[in-house]
C-alpha cells in the first residue's frame, strides 16, 4: 500500500502555497539471520531394474496358458505361462474333431480313447517365474500362436529398482557418491522416496551434455514401478554459518543481471517517527533453498532488516514506513 504524505512548505509568493508530495510505502520486514543452508540440485530421469529377465518363446506354438496382467507379482518358481507346441496342438485339435464328427457310439467311443492318449502325450512347456518379480511388457495374449523366439513378456525384481538421473554437465562436479536424494513422480501422489547416490557413470551423452547418475532407493512408496519418469533432488553441498534472508526479499533487475536487497533502519524509524527510508543494497546471491537464499555483500550483516513485501518496483531511498505483516 502506497501512503501519500503532504509537506506545507510555508512559503508564500503572491498568496500562493507551494505543496510538496512525498511518496511513503508500507513495507513488512523480516531479519538477515545466520544459519546452515543446503544446497540442493534438481534433475529429471526415471526408474529401471537391475534384474530382469525377457521370455522368448523357446519352440512355434499356442500360449494354452497366460492369466496375469501388467504389474501382477509373482512368486519365485510360479508359472507364469503354459506354451504347448504346433505339432501337440494340432493333434488334439485332430482328436477333438474325430470326437465331433463320430457318427455312431462305437466311433465316438474310439475317438475320445484317441484324445485320451493324444492328451496325455502332450508335453506342455511351463515358463517359470525364478525370482519374485513383476509381470511388465506382456506382449502376446492366451490362446495366441507364436513363432520360436518371439518375445512373450518381461519379469523385473522390485528390490532391484533404481532411479538413473540425468544430470547435466555443468552440475556434475557438485554430485558425489554417498549424496542423499529425494525423489518425486510424476502422475503418483502417495508419497516421496528416498535415495542414495551410488554410481556416476563416466560417459557423457553428447547430444543430451548430460551423465547418467544412479541413485539408490532406501525408501520407495508401492506405486513406484520400473520405467517412471520422476524428478530428483540431490543435497549436492552444506553452507553453514552463512548469512541468510528470505527469499522474498531477493530484488533481481534482468536487465543488469544484479541482485539486491532493500535495507529497511528500523530503529530509524522507531526513534524518529513511523517514517524511515529504504536503501537498495547490492548483494551476492547463493545457495536457495525453500524460502531462504544465500546473501553476502557489503553493508549486509545478522540482525539487518530487509523488506519483505511492498517493496517490488520501488526506486532506491523510498520513504517507508514499516507496518506488520
Do not use: W
Amino acid at each position: 500500500m502506497v501512503a501519500i504524505v503532504i509537506s506545507i512548505i510555508g512559503c508564500k509568493q503572491r498568496g500562493e502555497t507551494v505543496a510538496t508530495v512525498l511518496p511513503r510505502v508500507d513495507v513488512v520486514v523480516k531479519k538477515v539471520t545466520l544459519g546452515t543452508i543446503r544446497d540442493k540440485i534438481r534433475v529429471t530421469g526415471r526408474t529401471s531394474a537391475l534384474r530382469q529377465e525377457t521370455f522368448r518363446a523357446p519352440i512355434a506354438g499356442k500360449t494354452v496358458s497366460f492369466q496375469f496382467v501388467e504389474g501382477d507379482q509373482l512368486r519365485r518358481g510360479q508359472t507364469v505361462m503354459v506354451l504347448r507346441s504346433r505339432e501337440a496342438q494340432a493333434v488334439l485339435d485332430g482328436a477333438r474333431e474325430l470326437v465331433e464328427e463320430a457318427g455312431t457310439p462305437e466311433q465316438k467311443r474310439e475317438a475320445e480313447r484317441a484324445l485320451q492318449l493324444a492328451q496325455k502325450d502332450v508335453q506342455d512347456i511351463d515358463l517359470r517365474a525364478r525370482f519374485n518379480s513383476i509381470l511388465v511388457n506382456r506382449k502376446v495374449n492366451e490362446g495366441e500362436y507364436v513363432v520360436e523366439g518371439q518375445e512373450l513378456f518381461t519379469l523385473i525384481d522390485p528390490q532391484s529398482l533404481v532411479f538413473f538421473a540425468d544430470v547435466p554437465v555443468q552440475l556434475l562436479r557438485k554430485v558425489k557418491v554417498g549424496q542423499k536424494a529425494d525423489i518425486r513422480f510424476f502422475g503418483i501422489s502417495d508419497g516421496i522416496a528416498y535415495g542414495i547416490v551410488r554410481l556416476i557413470e563416466p560417459r557423457l551423452d553428447p547430444l543430451a551434455e548430460s551423465a547418467r547418475v544412479r541413485i539408490d532407493f532406501t525408501s520407495l512408496p508401492s506405486s513406484v514401478k520400473a520405467e517412471m519418469f520422476g524428478e530428483a533432488v540431490i543435497t549436492v553441498g552444506t553452507c553453514q554459518n552463512v548469512l541468510l534472508a528470505p527469499l522474498s526479499a531477493i530484488l533481481k533487475n534482468e536487465e543488469t543481471g544484479t541482485v539486491s536487497v532493500m535495507k529497511i533502519d528500523v530503529v530509524q524509524a522507531s526513534e524518529r517517527g513511523p517514517d524511515t527510508i529504504g536503501v537498495l543494497q547490492p548483494v551476492t546471491l547463493g545457495v536457495v533453498e525453500d524460502s531462504v537464499a544465500q546473501v553476502s555483500g557489503r553493508g549486509i550483516g545478522e540482525g539487518i532488516f530487509v523488506a519483505v513485501r511492498g517493496h517490488y518496483g520501488i526506486p532506491d531511498s523510498t520513504r517507508v514506513r514499516v507496518v506488520k505483516e
